[in-house]
């Protein structure tokens, strides 16, 4: 659906150049909910603002369904962008305006009558579990109640793509969860592609299908957030893992000692929830010790990640192995 190819995107500070984007390439599936993650600075609202050319890259193409739109008139771009909602860190609401109205404004811009535009309104709001406040005014409402008139507003023109600027960033970790939940259904129920920007990882684990890692302007990494998640290639993706509670090394100090060889297993899927560790022991006669490990879910899809001592006759590794990976799990060595 989306493509952006070679994007570079420089400012004029002064004397100098800042390289705001340095020869980002990415490309995002129609339907799909796709994260971009990394720090202050590093160029994600940047990145993001050229998928409706709010900003416009120094050089590169944009391609939506194959159309660079870097190249076409304002006028096309104008009504490109009604099919394209944005949703807003710190909302963007008016404030003179009571709900209702927020909501309906994009449609008022886009020409439809009254009757109509206050019916869609109404609609939007009750999709987004807000109709008994079509009548208030954004200071009447809590963090997480403006965005989710910000995210009805972003839905007005039935758009195909939504961009989500830090949409969560400003609420507490409760009121994250619902929106983020709220963003899943949409995305679930309309087939609307998503993509949020985000500083956390823990957004990026509950909603998203792929992510893209971006660090001092350019792409550190990218690929399925399962794949990301659980097979970190690039030291800003452990990094941000790290911050979010994922140490992927911390096994390294206890280790001191131990006998036999360390290995990494990985669970993705039906295998997760197995009695595989108490099957291998018993079956082939290993002592394995856990020293690390993590089960839960990233989307909706369970995994397991345990690094294991593993205690044995020397003939008993390569069985121990094979076992493993008939069934499903990736088996990594990681000391001998």
Known sequence: ????????????????????????????????????????????????????????????????????????????????????????????????????????????????????????????????????????????????????????????????????????????PETTQSILNLLLDINQRFGITVVLITHS????????????????????ESGEVLDVFLHPQHATTLSLLSESGVDADGWKALTEGVPGHIVRLTYRGHSTAQPLLSQASRDLNVNLSILQGAVGKIKDTPYGQLVLAVDADPASYAPLEAFFRANQVHYEVLRV
């Open 1 to 172: 659906m989306i493509e952006l190819k070679n994007i570079y995107k420089s400012y004029a500070s002064g004397d100098k150049v800042i390289e705001a984007l340095s020869g980002v390439s990415l490309d995002i599936a129609q339907g799909e909910i796709f994260g971009i993650i990394g720090r202050s600075g590093a160029g994600k609202s940047t990145l993001i603002r050229m998928l409706n050319l709010l900003e416009r890259p120094s050089s590169g193409s944009v391609l939506l369904h194959g159309q660079d739109i870097t190249k076409i008139s304002e006028a096309s771009l104008r009504t490109l962008r009604h099919k394209i909602g944005m949703v807003f860190q710190h909302f963007n609401l008016l404030t003179s305006r009571t709900v209702l109205q927020n909501v309906a404004f994009p449609l008022r811009l886009a020409g439809m009558d009254s009757k109509e535009r206050t019916k869609r309104a109404m609609a939007l709001l009750q999709l987004v579990g807000l109709e008994g406040h079509a009548y208030k005014y954004p200071r009447q409402l809590s963090g997480g109640q403006q965005q989710r008139v910000g995210i009805a507003r972003a839905l007005a023109n039935e758009p195909e793509l939504l961009l989500c600027d830090e949409a969560t960033s400003a609420l507490d």
């Open 201 to 220: 990882m823990d957004v990026i684990r509950s909603v998203c299908d792929r992510v893209a890692i971006i660090d001092h302007g350019r792409i550190a």
